[in-house]
């Protein structure tokens, strides 16, 4: 089954082959057509020039950065698409149109009326003729303009270019413009009110009864700094004096004696001290030199106890100075502190009823005054910006002007090969439409298919008499084969019986394939007899040269005898029975016993005899022979009938009960179509030798017998 499918895959193609070689003279005709039609529409076409203007393309962005580096901005999928638009947007295209004058420039051009084109027409006109091609990965975009005028075509493109930069500078500058000036009557406005709040502020203050050394110091805070800062002063001083007096109260003797010049570092206490010491020191030295109770001694130890006794009422006086001074010190806290107190209070009955809505105003001033400062910079930033040159559009290429051989369109080449394939494709559609149109038998498959009779024989196209191209003929192996299968069809039966050639119309070939078998038979060593019974339009006596005047319709009517009727012919082992005369009476002589008789006795007489007969659509004559003989071969010719009508021969004949033996497929075209092809590369091949004619018959009778049964 695998097998049958591969098969069967490679008859469809070589069927469309077939179709395709069949027809080639109308594919080439529809090919050649075509091709003339468009070179001759390509010829007649005006050329076209192209005029290419390159620029470059990027976001707004000065030239140089003048407060702050420019970073580079994320990359933007759709700025270049928008740009590719408004390149060809109705604004930048009706300013280049006003710049070169086009209306009246393209008026004769169109036929306009006035002498100007409509701006509608003159858009339109334009918009068809630019292209606006964007290089992937790339700022860069092409403008191209096609004209016939080369000059126009390279002056639009440059125009559009200088159109488009001159707008997105102009933009721009007028996007800046129009800020500066939002910004200055901002700023117009801002100030307003800063000296409106400033006005408020003024008058919260003279209001409130709010003191201000300078701008933001109050008089009333500058005093509560001053107050707590005094109290603390004046606590820091008490607490020394404290610590001071809580030193000496704890010591006494000579502990206090010894610590209080330190501690109170006085001048006249120290002097004290330092003389008590001396006396001691020189009481000492008396002592040992005289005794207790020398006037030395005494003076000395009673000036020694006068200074102790002062001493001792200094460091008492100093104890209550200290404490006196620590007493002042305390009561100067204690007031100061009170006072601090009574500030604060007042301060804050100020704070909430005065000093609350000047601060607010005060507040407002602040930010109102920052607004303002920060609108004057950016106000003198963006006016310094605009006179900064940018360059958002670059010419990189200004288009040139092509040369006069440089056009664009028609392009001949791509035309021609277009024109072949639109030949190509039409001419092998109109050939297969064709195809589908033409019912006729093309193939043995066609054969087989649909008459259900196998293929006995194959006869090439152009075959004429075997009498006249002579024993060594390329077409007689086909006849050969033809003997060769009638064999086999007739499973295994002698060659020998009476046999009729029929077709389903007119001109399929029969008279000339049943005389050139007859003559294969004969030459094979057949006794073989030829019996013209188209009684309607005989031949078979023009192949032979031989006299119609007498035959079979004579015979049948008994006016001559059958030995007087049949001819000898100059081929061996042929006979010939003419036709006869035509009388209006012949017409139902073949459908008579005397008909039956001649019959039975020719065939006591002679090894095969063919019957030519008439059409058998249309005629009953071939229906009559057809019943009668022992086997017929039905002629279709390649191409010539619709398959109904051999269709409605085969039906025919097994109506009458004729035993059809097969098809004889005759007129095929071998160079134009290849399932035909090996048979004519067989028959050639065989006829080649002199000596293979008993082989070339053997080799060909088992192609037959492959091939046909």
Same mark, same amino acid.
């Given at each position: 089954?695998?097998?049958?499918?591969?098969?069967?895959?490679? %008859?469809?193609?070589?069927?469309?082959?077939?179709?395709?070689?069949?027809?080639?003279?109308?594919?080439?005709?529809?090919?050649?057509?075509?091709?003339?039609?468009?070179? $001759?529409?390509?010829?007649?076409?005006?050329?076209?020039?192209?005029?290419?203007?390159?620029?470059?393309?990027?976001?707004?962005?000065?030239?140089?950065?003048?407060?702050?580096?420019?970073?580079?901005?994320?990359?933007?999928?759709?700025?270049?698409?928008?740009?590719?638009?408004?390149?060809?947007?109705? /604004?930048?295209?009706?300013?280049?149109?006003?710049?070169?004058?086009?209306?009246?420039?393209?008026?004769?051009?169109?036929?306009?009326?006035?002498?100007?084109?409509?701006?509608?027409?003159?858009?339109?006109?334009?918009?068809?003729?630019?292209?606006?091609?964007?290089?992937? +990965?790339?700022?860069?975009?092409?403008?191209?303009? =096609?004209?016939? +005028?080369?000059?126009?075509?390279?002056?639009?493109?440059?125009?559009?270019?200088?159109?488009?930069?001159?707008?997105?500078?102009?933009?721009?500058?007028?996007?800046?413009?129009?800020?500066?000036?939002?910004?200055?009557?901002?700023?117009?406005? #801002? !100030?307003?009110?800063?000296?409106?709040?400033?006005?408020?502020?003024?008058?919260?203050?003279?209001?409130?009864?709010?003191?201000?050394?300078?701008?933001?110091?109050?008089? +009333?805070?500058?005093?509560?700094?001053?107050?707590?800062?005094?109290?603390?002063?004046?606590?820091?001083?008490?607490? &020394?004096?404290?610590?001071?007096?809580?030193?000496?109260?704890?010591?006494?003797?000579?502990?206090?004696?010894?610590?209080?010049?330190?501690?109170?570092?006085?001048?006249?206490?120290?002097?004290?001290?330092? !003389? &008590?010491?001396?006396?001691?020191? #020189?009481?000492?030295?008396?002592?040992?030199?005289?005794?207790?109770?020398?006037?030395?001694?005494?003076?000395?130890?009673?000036?020694?106890?006068?200074?102790?006794?002062?001493?001792?009422?200094?460091?008492?006086?100093?104890?209550?100075?200290?404490?006196?001074?620590?007493?002042?010190?305390?009561?100067?806290?204690?007031?100061?502190?009170?006072?601090?107190?009574?500030?604060?209070?007042?301060?804050?009955?100020?704070?909430?009823?005065?000093?609350?809505?000047? !601060?607010?105003?005060?507040?407002?001033?602040?930010?109102?005054?920052?607004?303002?400062?920060?609108?004057?910079?950016?106000?003198?930033?963006?006016?310094?910006?605009?006179? &900064? /040159?940018?360059?958002?559009?670059?010419?990189?290429?200004?288009?040139?002007?092509?040369?006069?051989?440089?056009?664009?369109?028609?392009?001949?080449?791509?035309?021609?090969?277009?024109?072949?394939?639109?030949?190509?494709?039409?001419?092998?559609?109109? $050939?297969?439409?064709? @195809?589908?149109?033409?019912?006729?038998?093309?193939?043995?498959?066609?054969?087989?298919?649909?008459?259900? %009779?196998?293929?006995?024989?194959?006869?090439?196209?152009?075959?004429?008499?075997?009498?006249?191209?002579?024993?060594?003929?390329?077409?007689?192996?086909?006849?050969?084969?033809?003997?060769?299968?009638?064999?086999? $069809?007739?499973?295994?039966?002698?060659?020998?019986?009476?046999?009729?050639?029929?077709?389903?119309?007119?001109?399929?070939?029969?008279?000339?394939?049943?005389?050139?078998?007859?003559?294969?038979?004969?030459?094979?060593?057949?006794? &073989?007899?030829?019996?013209?019974?188209?009684?309607?339009?005989?031949?078979?006596?023009?192949?032979?040269?031989?006299?119609?005047?007498?035959?079979?319709?004579?015979?049948?009517? #008994? @006016?001559?005898?059958?030995?007087?009727?049949?001819?000898?012919?100059?081929?061996?082992?042929?006979?010939?029975?003419?036709?006869?005369?035509?009388?209006?009476?012949?017409?139902?002589?073949?459908?008579?016993?005397?008909?039956?008789?001649?019959?039975?006795?020719?065939?006591?007489?002679?090894?095969?005899?063919?019957? +030519?007969?008439? /059409?058998?659509?249309?005629?009953?004559?071939?229906?009559?022979?057809?019943?009668?003989?022992?086997?017929?071969?039905?002629?279709?010719?390649?191409?010539?009938?619709?398959?109904?009508?051999?269709?409605?021969?085969?039906?025919?004949?097994?109506?009458?009960?004729?035993?059809?033996?097969?098809?004889?497929?005759?007129?095929?075209?071998?160079?134009?179509?290849?399932?035909?092809?090996?048979?004519?590369?067989?028959?050639?091949? =065989?006829? !080649?030798?002199?000596?293979?004619?008993?082989?070339?018959?053997?080799?060909?009778?088992?192609?037959?017998?492959?091939?046909?049964?």
């Amino acid at each position: 089954m695998a097998i049958d499918d591969s098969n069967e895959s490679k %008859l469809h193609f070589l069927d469309y082959w077939r179709v395709i070689k069949s027809r080639k003279e109308i594919i080439l005709a529809v090919i050649l057509l075509v091709v003339l039609t468009g070179m $001759a529409y390509t010829f007649t076409m005006p050329k076209i020039y192209m005029a290419n203007a390159r620029i470059s393309v990027r976001e707004d962005s000065l030239d140089v950065a003048v407060f702050e580096r420019q970073f580079m901005s994320a990359f933007n999928p759709f700025f270049l698409k928008t740009q590719y638009e408004i390149i060809q947007s109705r /604004p930048i295209l009706t300013q280049v149109i006003q710049n070169l004058d086009l209306q009246k420039k393209w008026a004769d051009k169109y036929g306009a009326e006035g002498g100007a084109l409509r701006m509608e027409d003159t858009l339109l006109i334009l918009l068809k003729s630019i292209r606006v091609n964007q290089y992937r +990965d790339t700022s860069l975009i092409d403008i191209q303009v =096609y004209n016939e +005028d080369r000059s126009q075509a390279t002056r639009i493109a440059n125009e559009i270019a200088n159109v488009y930069r001159e707008q997105r500078l102009s933009l721009k500058r007028t996007q800046v413009k129009g800020g500066v000036d939002a910004l200055e009557n901002e700023l117009q406005k #801002q !100030q307003e009110r800063v000296d409106a709040a400033e006005v408020e502020l003024e008058e919260l203050r003279k209001s409130g009864g709010v003191n201000l050394l300078q701008r933001g110091y109050r008089i +009333d805070k500058v005093r509560l700094q001053a107050l707590e800062a005094d109290r603390i002063s004046a606590r820091v001083d008490m607490l &020394v004096r404290q610590a001071r007096l809580d030193q000496l109260e704890s010591l006494s003797g000579e502990e206090l004696m010894n610590a209080s010049a330190y501690i109170v570092n006085d001048q006249s206490l120290l002097l004290l001290r330092k !003389q &008590v010491v001396d006396t001691e020191v #020189q009481l000492k030295l008396l002592l040992e030199n005289y005794g207790v109770n020398h006037p030395e001694v005494r003076r000395m130890r009673a000036a020694l106890d006068e200074l102790r006794i002062k001493l001792t009422n200094a460091l008492d006086g100093l104890k209550k100075g200290i404490r006196a001074d620590y007493e002042v010190a305390k009561a100067k806290y204690s007031a100061l502190d009170s006072e601090l107190e009574t500030a604060r209070a007042a301060d804050i009955q100020s704070e909430g009823e005065n000093y609350l809505p000047f !601060q607010r105003a005060e507040r407002n001033v602040e930010v109102q005054r920052q607004l303002l400062d920060a609108l004057r910079a950016r106000v003198t930033q963006e006016g310094i910006e605009l006179e &900064v /040159p940018r360059t958002p559009v670059e010419i990189v290429e200004p288009a040139v002007e092509p040369s006069e051989r440089r056009f664009v369109s028609p392009r001949i080449a791509l035309n021609i090969v277009l024109s072949l394939l639109i030949g190509c494709v039409a001419g092998v559609g109109l $050939a297969f439409f064709i @195809e589908y149109l033409d019912t006729s038998v093309k193939t043995v498959d066609d054969v087989e298919r649909n008459l259900g %009779l196998p293929v006995l024989g194959v006869i090439p196209q152009k075959v004429r008499s075997l009498m006249e191209e002579g024993p060594d003929s390329a077409h007689a192996e086909a006849y050969r084969v033809l003997r060769t299968n009638i064999h086999f $069809a007739r499973k295994g039966h002698e060659t020998s019986g009476a046999y009729a050639v029929v077709s389903g119309g007119a001109g399929e070939g029969k008279s000339t394939t049943l005389f050139n078998l007859a003559y294969i038979c004969a030459q094979l060593g057949d006794k &073989v007899l030829v019996v013209d019974s188209d009684l309607r339009r005989p031949v078979q006596h023009t192949f032979l040269g031989i006299s119609n005047r007498f035959g079979l319709t004579n015979v049948l009517m #008994q @006016e001559t005898s059958v030995e007087e009727a049949i001819k000898s012919t100059s081929v061996p082992n042929l006979h010939f029975l003419p036709s006869g005369k035509l009388p209006r009476t012949s017409l139902g002589l073949l459908d008579s016993q005397r008909m039956r008789d001649l019959l039975k006795a020719l065939k006591a007489r002679y090894d095969v005899i063919f019957f +030519d007969s008439p /059409p058998i659509v249309g005629v009953s004559d071939a229906s009559i022979l057809a019943s009668e003989v022992d086997g017929v071969l039905l002629v279709v010719q390649y191409r010539k009938y619709p398959r109904d009508i051999s269709a409605r021969a085969r039906r025919m004949l097994d109506n009458v009960g004729a035993n059809v033996l097969g098809v004889v497929l005759n007129n095929i075209n071998i160079l134009r179509d290849d399932n035909y092809y090996y048979y004519h590369s067989y028959y050639s091949h =065989y006829d !080649q030798s002199p000596d293979s004619k008993p082989s070339g018959e053997l080799v060909s009778t088992a192609q037959a017998g492959k091939d046909g049964l």
